[in-house]
T-cell receptor
């Protein structure tokens, strides 16, 4: 158990809908990262938050957004869903901001299926 | 931009065989290098890491050495077990001001008894 929790575990929805994925980082970790794992794109970095502020963006679509709340949990919002958004979405957390050498601890993921 | 290339799988080995999974990277500066493992139905777990050239990361019998001259970080284990069956990801984190990970495509390892 990494200490990172993600809810829900599975989500099945229809095209055009909007969903929210939730992540609670390990106690004491200030950085939260979101990654998408799909068969065609592999594991890709989406976005990073540190202590409530956005710090880095990767290949995140404009239909996707995220935020980190004062209690440090984070939510990833996916809207106008398309079939191609079906994937496993991971949240990871780490202690520091710059952390090139820091270990990221991954949650179990949320599997999103768009029908 | 930065990238990681892993050998394609799946890799199928018999128990107690020697394992090598190749990983090479392209990066500016001096990245940190990681191997993560994903067991079926689970999230990623850090297996080992190395933060500078010539460092050797090791854990659970797995080893990898950060080779700057060949830009490689190959994963090795002397004797694999059935329980090592999983997907292995090589990743890097650049020296910029974010710790975001860039992953290779993953290599599936299947170990048969």
């Amino acid at each position: 158990d990494s200490g990172v929790t993600q809810t829900p575990k599975h989500l099945i929805t229809a095209t055009g809908q909007r969903v929210t994925l939730r992540c609670s980082p390990r106690s004491g970790d200030l950085s939260v990262y979101w990654y998408q794992q799909s068969l065609d794109q592999g594991l890709q970095f989406l976005i990073q938050y540190y202590n409530g502020e956005e710090r880095a963006k990767g290949n995140i679509l404009e239909r996707f957004s995220a935020q980190q709340f004062p209690d440090l949990h984070s939510e990833l919002n996916l809207s106008s869903l398309e079939l191609g958004d079906s994937a496993l979405y991971f949240c990871a957390s780490s202690v520091v901001l710059t952390g090139a050498a820091d270990t990221q601890y991954f949650g179990p993921g949320t599997r999103l299926t768009v029908l | 931009g930065d990238s990681v290339t892993q050998m394609e799988g799946p890799v199928t080995l018999s128990e107690e065989a020697f394992l090598t999974i190749n990983c090479t990277y392209t990066a500016t500066g001096y990245p940190s290098l990681f191997w993560y493992v994903q067991y079926p139905g689970e999230g990623l777990q850090l297996l080992l890491k190395a933060t500078k050239a010539d460092d050797k990361g090791s854990n659970k019998g797995f080893e990898a050495t950060y080779r700057k001259e060949t830009t490689s970080f190959h994963l090795e284990k002397g004797s694999v077990q059935v329980s090592d069956s999983a997907v292995y990801f090589c990743a890097l984190s650049s020296s910029s001001n974010t710790g975001k990970l860039i992953f290779g495509q993953g290599t599936t390892l299947q170990v048969k008894p």
